[in-house]
C-alpha cells in the first residue's frame, strides 16, 4: 500500500481501476491512499520502502507526518491495480505482498511469479517479468511477501543491474532483475537464477515439500535466503539450511544447518538417536531481520521434522548450526528461539528452545 500527497485522476490502463472501485473478494490488488485536500509536493528519501521492514532490521517506522489520527478518515483510494490471480480459481493462494517503493516505483511479486514495478502516482505498470511458477504445484503456503532492492557498489548510475530486485519464489527459486527495466541480470547465477532446491543436506522428495515464500534478508553484498518444509511428513524431510548468495553473481558464499551435523556444533550432544542428525526441517520461514553495521542476521527457525524413536524425539534444541564454508566460534547464550549468524555463516550466539 502507497500514500500518496495528492489526488490523481488516471486513467485506466489494463488492470488499473479508478476511485471508486469495488475490491473483488480474494482478488490480488495494490491500492494507493490520498488525502482529499492534501498539498501536492515531491516525495523524499523519507517516504521511500526500500526493505520489507523499511529497514533491513525490520522496524517498520516511518518518519512521514501528513496522515495523523485527525485527517486519517479523510483518506480514500486513488487507483487500485489487480494482478488477475487469485479471483475465481480454486487453487489456495494467497496475495501477501508488501510492496516496495522507491524512486517513484513500487516493486512486488505475486504468488504466481509475476514481478512488478509500477507507477507509485499513477499505478500504471512500469514493466513485469513472469517466472511462471506452476499454478497447480500443492504448496502449503502458497504466496510470495516480497522482494528486496540491492544497489551495486562497483556499478555506475543507471548502468544495467546496478539497482536490482531479488525475488525468491515459492517453487525455490531466486532471480535478479534489472530494476528499471525488468530483465534478468544475466551474471547472476544461471542467465539471472538460482536454483534454491539444489545442494540440500536432505533434498525435498516433491516439488511441495519445500518452498520459499518470503524475501531474501541483504547484508552488504550478501543475499540470505531461508526456506519452508513441509510439517510432520517424515524424518528425512526435506533440511532448512539457510543459506548466503553473493548479490552479484548469484554464488553460494555459505551454508548454515539448524540440525547439529558435527560433534562441535553446539548442541550437539542435545540431539540423541541414530536419527536425530539425519533430521530435516527445522528451517526459517518467516523474514530474517538484518544489522548491516554488525554485519549479523537474525534467524528464528521452526520445528525438526519427527523422528519416529524415543530417544530421537528427545532432542531439544533446534538452534546450534555450523558453516560449511568456516569454522563456527564459541557461541554464547542471548535471545528467545532464535540465531545471530554473520554474513560469513559463522554463528555468533543461539538460544535452545526449551
Not at 534489472?178 to 522428495?205: H, W, Y
Not at 511428513?233 to 554464488?251: C, I, L, P, Q
Request: with cysteine.
Amino acid at each position: 500500500m502507497m500514500v500518496n500527497p495528492c489526488l490523481l485522476d488516471p486513467p485506466n490502463p489494463r488492470n488499473l481501476v479508478p476511485t471508486p472501485s469495488l475490491i473483488p473478494p480474494l482478488a490480488g490488488f495494490v491500492a494507493a491512499l490520498v488525502l482529499t485536500a492534501a498539498p501536492a509536493g515531491a516525495q523524499t528519501d523519507a517516504g521511500s520502502w526500500p526493505a520489507y521492514g523499511r529497514d533491513r532490521g525490520g522496524e517498520r517506522y516511518s518518519p512521514l507526518k501528513q496522515i495523523s489520527r485527525t485527517n486519517v478518515r479523510r483518506l480514500r483510494a486513488a487507483w487500485t491495480y489487480h494482478t488477475g490471480e487469485i479471483q475465481g480459481e480454486r487453487e489456495r493462494r494467497s496475495f501477501e505482498a508488501t510492496p516496495l517503493y522507491h524512486d517513484g516505483t513500487l516493486y512486488l511479486v505475486t504468488p504466481l511469479g509475476q514481478i512488478i514495478a509500477l507507477d507509485g502516482e499513477t499505478g500504471r505498470e512500469r514493466w513485469t517479468h513472469d517466472v511462471k511458477v506452476l499454478r497447480t504445484a500443492g504448496f502449503g503456503d502458497f504466496t510470495s511477501r516480497g522482494v528486496s532492492l540491492w544497489r551495486d557498489p562497483e556499478a555506475p548510475n543507471g548502468a544495467p543491474c546496478s539497482l536490482r530486485v531479488l525475488a525468491a519464489t515459492v517453487d525455490a527459486r531466486l532471480f535478479a532483475l534489472d530494476a528499471a527495466t525488468g530483465r534478468l541480470c544475466p551474471e547472476f547465477g544461471d542467465s539471472g537464477k538460482v536454483i534454491l532446491r539444489v545442494g540440500l543436506r536432505n533434498r525435498p522428495f516433491e516439488l511441495a515439500e519445500y518452498e520459499v515464500t518470503s524475501p531474501p534478508a541483504i547484508v552488504g553484498s550478501m543475499l540470505v535466503v531461508g526456506s519452508a518444509v513441509a510439517d510432520n511428513n517424515r524424518t528425512d524431510a526435506a533440511s532448512g539450511e539457510v543459506r548466503g548468495y553473493d548479490a552479484r553473481t548469484g554464488a553460494l558464499r555459505w551454508t548454515w544447518d539448524p540440525v547439529p551435523q558435527e560433534e562441535r556444533d553446539p548442541g550437539w550432544r542435545t540431539w540423541v538417536g541414530e536419527r536425530a542428525h539425519r533430521t530435516g526441517a527445522a528451517n526459517a520461514w518467516s523474514v530474517i531481520a538484518a544489522d548491516s553495521v554488525r554485519g549479523l542476521v537474525f534467524v528464528p527457525t521452526g520445528a525438526r521434522a519427527p523422528t519416529t524413536t524415543a530417544a530421537s524425539a528427545r532432542a531439544k534444541t533446534v538452534m546450534p548450526t555450523r558453516s560449511s564454508h568456516s569454522a563456527p566460534r564459541p557461541a554464547s547464550s542471548s535471545g528467545p528461539f532464535r540465531s545471530s549468524t554473520t554474513i560469513s555463516g559463522i554463528t555468533t550466539w543461539h538460544r535452545r528452545r526449551r
